[in-house]
C-alpha cells in the first residue's frame, strides 16, 4: 500500500473493524457515528472511502462530490440507499458485506418462531399490567410441529437446520434448490399450496421481487390452518400486510411475527400495529452486537485487499480483473447477465445444470468473469438482487444445488468470430440462448433453442412458442393495443414452414397477468412468457 487512503466511516463502525485498519499506517479513518446531510457533501470530497450503513444516502450529489472515491461500502446487505449505477458510470467501486448478518437474522426468526409460540410478548405484557393469567397464554410445542420454509438460500437453510435441531418437520419451497440438495439439509421439498395447506408454521425468507411481492395475500390465507403462525424477517411487501391484519383480527390464523415492512418506519395508522395476536419489531434482524462486527470485519478485509493487494472482493458492479480488461470484456458481460436473466425467467424451477460453452477467440480471455456475470442475471431473481455479484455468484450457484458445466472450443463459425452459448437443464425442460459481440462492441442474441435471430434484449419482453398460422401475430397485436400496452419491436421466427414458431415482443412496459391469461387463451399459443431485465 503505497499511497494515503482516507477512510470516512459515516454511520459508525465496529472496534474489530477499525482494528484491522489500524494495522495499515496509510489508512487513516474518520469516525463518525452519525453524518448529518450537510456535513456528508461537505466531507465527502477528502476521501478515498465511504463507509456506510442504511442510515446514509448515497445519490447521485453525494457521489459528484466524492471527486476522489474508490469505493463506497455498504456495511450490510441492502443497496437501497446507494445509487449503484451512478456509482459505476463514474467508476466507483460498491461493496457490501452479504454474509455477515445470515447467523443473526435466522437466529431473530426463531425468536419470533418461539415468542409467537409461546405468546411471550403478550404474557409480559399482561404482567406489567398487574395481571397474574396463566390461562390466557397457554402455548403450543414446536417439537413435531411442521414449519414451511420458504426460500432456501443461507439464512432460510439456516432456519431450517435449527428448527431441525428443535425436533420440527421442516418442509421447503425453493424452485431453484435442488431436491438433493434440500433432502442433504433434512428437508422436504413441497410445493407453496402444500405448506399453505399442511404448515403450522410459515416463514419467508426471499428476496422482494416482482414474482414475490405479495406472494401471500388473502387468496393464500384461506388455505391455511387457522391455527397457523406467520413470520416475516425477509422483506416487506412479500406478506399483503393489510390481509395479514385482516386474518389476525378475525381469528382466521393463530398469529403472526413481522420485523420488516412495506414502508420503513410504518405510519401510525400501519394495520398490523393494532392487530390481534401479532408480534412486531423494528427491522432487528441483523440488530446484533456479532452481526454489526462481522459485517464491519467484512467491509473493512475487502478495502484492505483492494488497496493492498489490488484484489476485489465483494463488489456489486465490478468483477475481479484490471479495469482496462472489463472495458474490453463489458459487452460480453452485461449481455451474459442478460441471458442469465433471460434464462432464469423461462425455467420452471428445479434447474439441475447451468451450461455455458465458449466458441473462437473469446476461449483465450479470461472468460471466468463473464461466467459469474452470466450466473448472476441467473440467480439475481433468485437470491437477491442486493446480495448476488460477480463475486459471489459461483458459491450461490452452488448452494441452490445448480451444477456449472463450462467449455471451450476452439473452432469458430464462419459468421461469427466468437459465440456464447448458455442453457440450463432442468427436470422438465432444457433452454439454450447463443450470443455473439459484432465488431464496436455490438453485442446480439442469435439463437434462441432452434431459433435464429438477431435480438437485442430490451428492459420489458413477451416470448411466445406459437403455431406458425395466420393469424397469430395479430391476434397478440390486439390484446396487447387493446392493453394500452406500445410495442417496440416483434420478432417472428419459425425452424420450419407451418411447425412452431419462437415470438418475441419487445414492449415498453409490463403487462398484466390479465393480458398474459388472454394470449395464452389461444389455443393456437402453447407458452406465453413475460420477461423483465
Known amino acids: 500500500m503505497k499511497s494515503k487512503v482516507n477512510v470516512l466511516?459515516?454511520?459508525?463502525?465496529?472496534?474489530?473493524?477499525?482494528?484491522?485498519?489500524?494495522?495499515y499506517e496509510n489508512i487513516s479513518v474518520k469516525l463518525n457515528e452519525k453524518t448529518t446531510r450537510e456535513e456528508l457533501l461537505n466531507e465527502v470530497g477528502n476521501y478515498d472511502v465511504l463507509i456506510v450503513r442504511s442510515g446514509?444516502?448515497?445519490?447521485?450529489?453525494?457521489?459528484?462530490?466524492?471527486?476522489?472515491?474508490?469505493?463506497?461500502?455498504?456495511?450490510?446487505?441492502?443497496?437501497?440507499?446507494?445509487?449503484?449505477?451512478?456509482?459505476?458510470?463514474?467508476?466507483?467501486?460498491?461493496m457490501n458485506s452479504p454474509t455477515g448478518n445470515i447467523v443473526s437474522t435466522a437466529e431473530h426468526?426463531?425468536?419470533?418462531?418461539?415468542?409467537?409460540?409461546?405468546?411471550?410478548?403478550?404474557?409480559?405484557?399482561?404482567?406489567?399490567?398487574?395481571?397474574?393469567?396463566?390461562?390466557?397464554?397457554?402455548?403450543?410445542?414446536?417439537?413435531?410441529?411442521?414449519?414451511?420454509?420458504?426460500?432456501?438460500?443461507?439464512?432460510?437453510?439456516?432456519v431450517a437446520k435449527k428448527c431441525i435441531l428443535l425436533g420440527m418437520e421442516v418442509m421447503g419451497y425453493d424452485p431453484f434448490i435442488s431436491e438433493e440438495k434440500a433432502n442433504s439439509l433434512g428437508i422436504r421439498v413441497a410445493s407453496l399450496e402444500e405448506i399453505f395447506k399442511e404448515a403450522d408454521f410459515i416463514t419467508v425468507h426471499v428476496p422482494l421481487t416482482d414474482s414475490t411481492k405479495n406472494l401471500i395475500t388473502k387468496k393464500e390465507i384461506e388455505m391455511m390452518k387457522n391455527t397457523v403462525r406467520i413470520i416475516n424477517c425477509a422483506r416487506g411487501g412479500i406478506i399483503n400486510e393489510q390481509d395479514?391484519?385482516?386474518?389476525?383480527?378475525?381469528?382466521?390464523?393463530?398469529?403472526?411475527?413481522?420485523?420488516?415492512?412495506?414502508?420503513?418506519?410504518?405510519?401510525?395508522?400501519?394495520?398490523?400495529?393494532?392487530?390481534k395476536n401479532c408480534v412486531?419489531?423494528?427491522?432487528?434482524?441483523?440488530?446484533?452486537?456479532?452481526?454489526?462486527?462481522?459485517?464491519?470485519?467484512?467491509?473493512?478485509?475487502s478495502i484492505v485487499k483492494f488497496f493492498k493487494d489490488n484484489i476485489i472482493v465483494n463488489a456489486v458492479n465490478m468483477p475481479s480483473v484490471s479495469i482496462q480488461k472489463f472495458k474490453e470484456l463489458k459487452p460480453y458481460i452485461d449481455m451474459g447477465e442478460k441471458v442469465g436473466t433471460i434464462l432464469s425467467q423461462l425455467s420452471d424451477g428445479g434447474v439441475i445444470q447451468l451450461l455455458v460453452s465458449y466458441v473462437g477467440n473469446i476461449i483465450n480471455e479470461p472468460f471466468e468473469i463473464i461466467t459469474r456475470?452470466?450466473?448472476k442475471g441467473f440467480l439475481k431473481n433468485i437470491v437477491g438482487e442486493d446480495i448476488v455479484n460477480y463475486v459471489n455468484s459461483l458459491l450461490y450457484l452452488e448452494s441452490q444445488g445448480i451444477k456449472l458445466l463450462e467449455t471451450k472450443e476452439e473452432d469458430n463459425f464462419s459468421v461469427f468470430s466468437n459465440i456464447i452459448k448458455v442453457g440450463f437443464v432442468s427436470k422438465s425442460k432444457k433452454e439454450e440462448i447463443w450470443y455473439t459481440v459484432y465488431p464496436y462492441s455490438e453485442a446480439?442474441?442469435?439463437?434462441?433453442?432452434?431459433?435464429?435471430?438477431?435480438?437485442?434484449?430490451?428492459d420489458y419482453m413477451?416470448?411466445?412458442?406459437?403455431?406458425?398460422?395466420?393469424?397469430?401475430?395479430?391476434?397478440?397485436?390486439?390484446?396487447?393495443?387493446?392493453?394500452?400496452?406500445?410495442?417496440?419491436?416483434?420478432?417472428?421466427?419459425?425452424?420450419?414452414?407451418?411447425?412452431?414458431?419462437?415470438?418475441?415482443?419487445?414492449?415498453?412496459?409490463?403487462?398484466?397477468?390479465?393480458?398474459?391469461?388472454?394470449?395464452?387463451?389461444?389455443?393456437?399459443?402453447?407458452?406465453?412468457?413475460?420477461?423483465?431485465?
Not at 9 to 23: H, R, T, W
Not at 444 to 458: A, M, Q, T
Not at 474 to 501: D, Y
Request: aromatic share 6%; proline share 4%; glycine share 8%.
Open 280 to 301: 412486531l419489531t423494528p427491522h432487528l434482524g441483523a440488530s446484533t452486537e456479532e452481526a454489526q462486527e462481522n459485517v464491519s470485519i467484512e467491509i473493512a478485509e
Open 56 to 94: 446514509t444516502k448515497v445519490d447521485k450529489d453525494v457521489i459528484d462530490r466524492g471527486k476522489n472515491l474508490k469505493i463506497i461500502a455498504r456495511a450490510g446487505v441492502g443497496l437501497d440507499t446507494i445509487d449503484v449505477d451512478y456509482a459505476t458510470e463514474k467508476g466507483i467501486i460498491v
Open 462 to 533: 413477451v416470448f411466445l412458442r406459437n403455431y406458425d398460422k395466420p393469424g397469430v401475430v395479430g391476434f397478440i397485436g390486439n390484446i396487447l393495443g387493446e392493453a394500452g400496452i406500445n410495442i417496440g419491436e416483434m420478432k417472428v421466427t419459425r425452424a420450419k414452414r407451418g411447425e412452431k414458431a419462437l415470438t418475441i415482443i419487445t414492449v415498453d412496459n409490463s403487462p398484466s397477468q390479465e393480458v398474459i391469461d388472454k394470449m395464452n387463451s389461444n389455443p393456437d399459443i402453447s407458452e406465453v412468457r413475460f420477461i423483465k431485465l
Open 9 to 23: 466511516c459515516a454511520d459508525g463502525f465496529s472496534k474489530a473493524g477499525l482494528e484491522i485498519f489500524s494495522f
Open 244 to 275: 395479514l391484519a385482516d386474518a389476525l383480527n378475525s381469528g382466521r390464523i393463530a398469529g403472526a411475527a413481522v420485523d420488516v415492512y412495506s414502508k420503513e418506519p410504518p405510519d401510525s395508522s400501519h394495520p398490523l400495529l393494532n392487530a
Open 444 to 458: 446480439k442474441i442469435v439463437k434462441i433453442d432452434n431459433y435464429y435471430l438477431e435480438l437485442d434484449p430490451s
Open 109 to 158: 426468526t426463531l425468536a419470533m418462531i418461539f415468542s409467537l409460540a409461546r405468546k411471550i410478548p403478550f404474557a409480559h405484557l399482561s404482567m406489567v399490567q398487574g395481571n397474574w393469567d396463566r390461562k390466557s397464554f397457554r402455548g403450543v410445542e414446536l417439537f413435531k410441529k411442521k414449519i414451511g420454509v420458504i426460500g432456501l438460500g443461507k439464512i432460510g437453510s439456516e
Open 373 to 375: 456475470a452470466i450466473a
